[in-house]
């Protein structure tokens, strides 16, 4: 199926080369394919695919994964119930919210 | 795994993973099913295993009817803050002390969705305090966490109860658990398996080498059609604001307010509403990938835009060509705001994506509104 897109422009991942041991942890706990191990190296294949979950961040044992993972989720109406509440995005809590059930 | 069915685009969180050695027994004040008497009332408990860190609730791979009713009933957002399973070890066929650990959350659809694919597996089962919350978003959250993980470990003494150190976690837990913290602390390898439970069975036959196609996910119409019904249901307080709201003013005419003409008008404002909620929240959903542009605000309110020259053409639209005109803004408006909330639902979109998205449609929906209501103002008027 061909792959939905948003937003690329917003995205801040980056891979900081000189800090990266090429381990591939990356390349495992993403899931949209955008890092590719190739000839012993890491690198990005598909930014544009990012959607900022913060995975391959977390896992990197080097540090060498630049990502403003935000404060919430891709989501407008936690942004909104957010809004209402002033505070951060959130998804109303485990008993309500539409998506995270 | 348990996640690859509903899921949104959750994936971060600002959790300070503050790991501790030493836990408390029970400090959640949650039942530990390793330290307690098996529970007999959960009917997916079928006996119990004894390990050197006591006996250990056996459950069953299969599902029955109980549980694809509950499933069903999640679907359709009934009772769903009441489905989970306490949070603790359980055993899959007749582990042993070389048997592999899975790990998923304690919502049940993830639960069940995980043994139902360990059917015919020996193997151990650890679920964590997601408060009820798939893989996914508690990983965005921080409860699928490194935190909760390692807590979990002690607080069930796996490394009493087998002697190996490997824990297969599903992929999507990965936003919330930083396997090479889990290692220092616990001393337990994390194997991230694939992203959906189906998977699994492939996934040890490969022998616990995720392939390409089970680490990516997906959205394809399926997926998308699954949300749907939920999401009927969770919009369900706009479509009735929006109706009684607009019945209301609807009252309103040149000689002041009139009951009667509000009451004559909720049927057709009704239709009107309804064009709106099933162009935003079954349409643009179910042909995201066909729809022109990324924005899904604009995806809706170009589905809305044509549900309603649609109904326009065929002569659906009740009143005048005024009204008919406001009645087109309103759809498109109602249909793009409903598109816009499915971001949350899609798997692709990230924070800062959708709130740049946010800041020009918003101003565009209330506009839209805006222009039906002058439009009402102006046939009053007249
Ligand atoms: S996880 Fe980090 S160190 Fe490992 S390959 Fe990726 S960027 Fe490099
Ligand atoms: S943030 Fe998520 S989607 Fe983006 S590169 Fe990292 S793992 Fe992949």
Redesign the interface.
Same mark, same amino acid.
């Given at each position: 199926m061909e792959r939905l897109r948003y937003f690329s422009e917003v995205l801040t991942l980056d891979l900081i080369q000189e800090k990266c041991n090429n381990c591939g942890m990356c390349v495992k706990v993403c899931p949209h394919e955008v890092f590719e191990l190739k000839d012993k190296k890491v690198r990005i294949i598909g930014r544009d695919f990012c959607m900022e979950c913060g995975a391959c961040k977390r896992n990197c044992p080097q540090g060498a994964i630049v990502l403003d993972v935000g404060d919430g989720c891709g989501c407008a109406a936690g942004i909104i119930q957010g809004a209402f509440n002033g505070t951060a995005p959130t998804c109303g809590g485990p008993d309500k919210g539409t998506c995270c059930n | 795994m348990g996640c690859s069915d #509903? /899921?949104?685009?959750? +994936?971060?969180?600002?959790e300070l993973v503050s790991l501790q050695l030493k836990v408390p027994a029970n400090d959640y004040g949650c039942k530990t099913p390793s330290n307690d008497p098996v529970p007999t009332s959960k009917p997916y408990i079928i006996g119990g295993i004894e390990t050197r860190a006591g006996e250990i609730p056996q459950i069953s791979a299969r599902l029955d009817w109980k549980d694809y009713l509950g499933a069903f009933k =999640?679907r359709w957002g009934i009772r769903?803050?009441q489905y989970r399973v306490d949070p603790g070890l359980y055993a899959v066929g007749i582990p042993n002390d070389r048997s592999d650990i899975f790990v998923t959350a304690n919502?049940k659809?993830s639960f069940d969705l995980v043994r139902k694919n360990l059917n015919g597996v020996n193997a151990w089962l650890l679920v964590l305090d997601?408060?009820?919350?798939?893989v996914w978003?508690?990983?965005?959250?921080g409860t699928f966490g490194t935190k909760e993980l390692v807590r979990r470990i002690q607080l069930t003494s796996l490394d009493k109860v087998v002697i190996h150190r490997r824990l297969i976690l599903p #992929?999507?837990g $990965?936003? +919330?658990?930083? $396997?090479?913290l889990v290692k220092e602390v616990s001393g337990f390898t994390v194997i991230?398996g694939p992203?959906r439970a189906t998977d699994i069975p492939a996934f040890v036959q490969a022998n616990y080498k995720?392939s390409?196609e089970m %680490? %990516? =996910? /997906?959205?394809?119409w399926y997926d998308r059609l699954k949300l749907v019904p939920?999401?009927i249901i969770?919009?369900m307080r706009y479509l009735l604001t929006m109706l009684i709201v607009i019945s209301v003013l609807s009252g309103i005419n040149a000689n002041g307010y009139s009951m009667q003409q509000a009451l004559r008008n909720i049927v057709p404002i009704a239709k009107i509403v309804a064009a709106g909620y099933i162009a935003g929240i079954v349409f643009t959903p179910l042909l995201?990938?066909y729809i022109p542009t %990324?924005n899904?605000?604009f995806k809706g309110l170009i589905l809305g835009a044509i549900v309603s020259m649609l109904l326009f053409l065929n002569h659906s639209l009740d009143g005048g060509l005024m009204v008919n005109f406001a009645e087109i803004f309103f759809i498109s408006s109602f249909s793009s705001f409903l598109a816009?909330?499915f971001? +949350?639902?899609?798997?692709?979109?990230?924070?800062?994506?959708?709130? /740049?998205?946010?800041k020009i449609a918003i101003p565009v929906q209330v506009i839209f509104g805006a222009i039906a209501v002058m439009l009402l103002v102006l046939e009053i008027a007249i």
């Amino acid at each position: 199926m061909e792959r939905l897109r948003y937003f690329s422009e917003v995205l801040t991942l980056d891979l900081i080369q000189e800090k990266c041991n090429n381990c591939g942890m990356c390349v495992k706990v993403c899931p949209h394919e955008v890092f590719e191990l190739k000839d012993k190296k890491v690198r990005i294949i598909g930014r544009d695919f990012c959607m900022e979950c913060g995975a391959c961040k977390r896992n990197c044992p080097q540090g060498a994964i630049v990502l403003d993972v935000g404060d919430g989720c891709g989501c407008a109406a936690g942004i909104i119930q957010g809004a209402f509440n002033g505070t951060a995005p959130t998804c109303g809590g485990p008993d309500k919210g539409t998506c995270c059930n | 795994m348990g996640c690859s069915d #509903q /899921k949104c685009g959750c +994936g971060n969180s600002n959790e300070l993973v503050s790991l501790q050695l030493k836990v408390p027994a029970n400090d959640y004040g949650c039942k530990t099913p390793s330290n307690d008497p098996v529970p007999t009332s959960k009917p997916y408990i079928i006996g119990g295993i004894e390990t050197r860190a006591g006996e250990i609730p056996q459950i069953s791979a299969r599902l029955d009817w109980k549980d694809y009713l509950g499933a069903f009933k =999640v679907r359709w957002g009934i009772r769903r803050d009441q489905y989970r399973v306490d949070p603790g070890l359980y055993a899959v066929g007749i582990p042993n002390d070389r048997s592999d650990i899975f790990v998923t959350a304690n919502y049940k659809f993830s639960f069940d969705l995980v043994r139902k694919n360990l059917n015919g597996v020996n193997a151990w089962l650890l679920v964590l305090d997601t408060k009820g919350v798939n893989v996914w978003c508690a990983a965005g959250k921080g409860t699928f966490g490194t935190k909760e993980l390692v807590r979990r470990i002690q607080l069930t003494s796996l490394d009493k109860v087998v002697i190996h150190r490997r824990l297969i976690l599903p #992929q999507l837990g $990965a936003t +919330g658990v930083a $396997a090479h913290l889990v290692k220092e602390v616990s001393g337990f390898t994390v194997i991230y398996g694939p992203v959906r439970a189906t998977d699994i069975p492939a996934f040890v036959q490969a022998n616990y080498k995720a392939s390409k196609e089970m %680490r %990516r =996910v /997906k959205f394809d119409w399926y997926d998308r059609l699954k949300l749907v019904p939920n999401d009927i249901i969770y919009n369900m307080r706009y479509l009735l604001t929006m109706l009684i709201v607009i019945s209301v003013l609807s009252g309103i005419n040149a000689n002041g307010y009139s009951m009667q003409q509000a009451l004559r008008n909720i049927v057709p404002i009704a239709k009107i509403v309804a064009a709106g909620y099933i162009a935003g929240i079954v349409f643009t959903p179910l042909l995201l990938p066909y729809i022109p542009t %990324r924005n899904f605000s604009f995806k809706g309110l170009i589905l809305g835009a044509i549900v309603s020259m649609l109904l326009f053409l065929n002569h659906s639209l009740d009143g005048g060509l005024m009204v008919n005109f406001a009645e087109i803004f309103f759809i498109s408006s109602f249909s793009s705001f409903l598109a816009m909330n499915f971001t +949350g639902a899609s798997t692709y979109t990230s924070l800062a994506g959708v709130k /740049k998205e946010m800041k020009i449609a918003i101003p565009v929906q209330v506009i839209f509104g805006a222009i039906a209501v002058m439009l009402l103002v102006l046939e009053i008027a007249i």
